[in-house]
C-alpha cells in the first residue's frame, strides 16, 4: 500500500507484494533505464546486482505520479546509490550516460539478439559471443549446432518478438480448452502469466490445465498435444514430465529448488494462430512446416505464437496459478515474505510451515475460488 505523504514523497513497501501493482506506468524512462542496467548484469552473469536494478525498477512502477525531482525518492524502498544516481541523470538529461553506452556496445546487443531467441539463454549466447558470432545469419550458418528449440525460435524469430495481443491469447486459451475438453470432459484450462494480471499485451501464453478429481490430469497433456498437433496448430512442441516428489507420500519439508522452475508436466510450445486447417493454399516457403498451411504471397495471415501448456494436480492448482500469474519480482517477494515475516517455505507447489513442519491444503480454497 503506498500513502502519499504532504511533502511530495511517498511510502512504499519493500516487498513487492505488499504494494500496489498499478497496470500504468508513469515513469516508463526511469524503469526502461533501471531495467537496461539489470538486463546487462544478468548478461554478465551478476545475479544479485541484476535483482537489485529490478527492484528498483519495480518500486517506481508502483508510483501514483511521475518523479520529477530526486528528493521525491527519499522515502522509497530498494534504491541503491547507484539506481538513485542513473534516476538522478535522466531527470535532468533526459537520458544516462551509462544506459547509453550499455544500449549501444557490441556486447549487449549481441546478447539481447540471441537472448531473444527461444531455448538461448545467457550462457548459450554468450558463448556464441565469444566465438565472434554477431547476427541471427551467423547462427543460421550452423543449424547442426543448434537444438531443436533454437532451430524453431530462430524460424519464427520475427513473429515470437512480436507481442501477444489479449485477443489472441484468448483465441488460443479457447483452442486448448476445446482441445482439452475434448481428451478429459470436466478439466479447466486457464490463462494466467501477465494476461492474468491484466496486462493488454505479452511475450507468450500461459496455460493452466487441471481437473477437479484429483488423478485425472494424469496423461492428459499427450492426448491434448496430440490433439492440437492433429490440427495443425502446433509448429513446435516438447513435453517436459514432472518431476515433484508426490505430496501425498510425506509430511516432509519440501526441498527448495534453487531455480524459480516447477515441476509440474509442462509444453513449451509454438503455435500456429490464424491458419485453420483447410482454409489457404500451399505456400512456398522454406520455413513453414508442411502440415500446416499457409497462405502465399504477402499477406499472410497466421502468426507464430509461444504457448506454456501446464497441468497441475486440483490439490495444488491454488499454489501454481499464484505461481504462474507473475510478475517475476512478485513471485520472489512474496516467496522472501513468506520465508522471513511468516517462516513458511512458498513454491508453485505448496505452503509449508518451517517450525511447526506443517503442509497447508486448500481444498477449501478451491471450492472458494470456484464460487467467486
Ligand atoms: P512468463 O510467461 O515468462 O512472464 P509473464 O507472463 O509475466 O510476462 P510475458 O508477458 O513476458 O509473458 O512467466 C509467467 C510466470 O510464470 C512468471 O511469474 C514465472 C512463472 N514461471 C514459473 O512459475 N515456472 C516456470 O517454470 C516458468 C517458466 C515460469
Ligand atoms: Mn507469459
Ligand atoms: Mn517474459
Ligand atoms: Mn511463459
Redesign the pocket.
Given at each position: 500500500v503506498s500513502v502519499e505523504k504532504p511533502q511530495d514523497t511517498w511510502l512504499v513497501a519493500a516487498y513487492a507484494c505488499q504494494r500496489r501493482s498499478p497496470l500504468p506506468n508513469n515513469n516508463q524512462l526511469l524503469t526502461d533505464a533501471l531495467e537496461t542496467l539489470a538486463e546487462e548484469a544478468h548478461f554478465c552473469g551478476h545475479e544479485g546486482r541484476s535483482l537489485a536494478f529490478s527492484r528498483a525498477s519495480s518500486v517506481l512502477k508502483a508510483l501514483p505520479r511521475t518523479v520529477r525531482r530526486v528528493q521525491e525518492l527519499d522515502s522509497l524502498p530498494c534504491l541503491g546509490e547507484h539506481s538513485k544516481r542513473v534516476i538522478q541523470e535522466v531527470l535532468e538529461d533526459g537520458t544516462s550516460a551509462e544506459v547509453e553506452t550499455i544500449r549501444q556496445s557490441e556486447k549487449y546487443q549481441a546478447m539481447k539478439l540471441f537472448t531473444k531467441i527461444f531455448g538461448v539463454g545467457v550462457k548459450t549466447a554468450h558463448q556464441w559471443y565469444q566465438e565472434g558470432r554477431r547476427t541471427l545469419d551467423d547462427l543460421r550458418g550452423h543449424p547442426a549446432q543448434l537444438s531443436k528449440e533454437q532451430q524453431a525460435g530462430l524460424i519464427h524469430y520475427e513473429d515470437l518478438n512480436t507481442p501477444v495481443k489479449r485477443a489472441d491469447a484468448e483465441a488460443i486459451g479457447q483452442v486448448v480448452r476445446e482441445a482439452v475438453n475434448k481428451c478429459l470432459p470436466g478439466a479447466s484450462v486457464t490463462l494466467t502469466?501477465?494476461f492474468r494480471r491484466g496486462?493488454p499485451s505479452?511475450?507468450?501464453v500461459?496455460l493452466l490445465i487441471t481437473h477437479p478429481v484429483e488423478g485425472q490430469e494424469a496423461g492428459l497433456l499427450k492426448k491434448v498435444i496430440a490433439c492440437l498437433d492433429q490440427q495443425g496448430f502446433l509448429l513446435y512442441h516438447s513435453i517436459h514430465r514432472n518431476t515433484f516428489e508426490s505430496l501425498e507420500d510425506s509430511d516432509q519439508e519440501p526441498s527448495s529448488h534453487a531455480s524459480?522452475?516447477?515441476q509440474y508436466e509442462r509444453c513449451f510450445s509454438i503455435f500456429c494462430l490464424g491458419d485453420l486447417p483447410g482454409d489457404a493454399q500451399e505456400g512456398a516457403g522454406a520455413e513453414k512446416p508442411s502440415r500446416v498451411r499457409r497462405t502465399s504471397g504477402a499477406s499472410r495471415f497466421w502468426k507464430a505464437v509461444r504457448v506454456?501448456l501446464v497441468v497441475t494436480p486440483y490439490s495444488q492448482f491454488p499454489f501454481a496459478l499464484l505461481?504462474?500469474?507473475?510478475?517475476?519480482i512478485f513471485?520472489r517477494d512474496l516467496r522472501r515474505f513468506a520465508k522471513r515475516e511468516k517462516k513458511m517455505l512458498l513454491n508453485?507447489h505448496t505452503l509449508y510451515h518451517l517450525e511447526q513442519s506443517r503442509v497447508y491444503r486448500f481444498p477449501q480454497g478451491i471450492e472458494r475460488m470456484r464460487r467467486k
Open positions: 502469466g501477465g496486462k505479452g511475450h507468450d500461459d524459480s522452475m516447477d506454456d505461481g504462474w500469474t507473475g510478475s517475476r513471485e508453485s
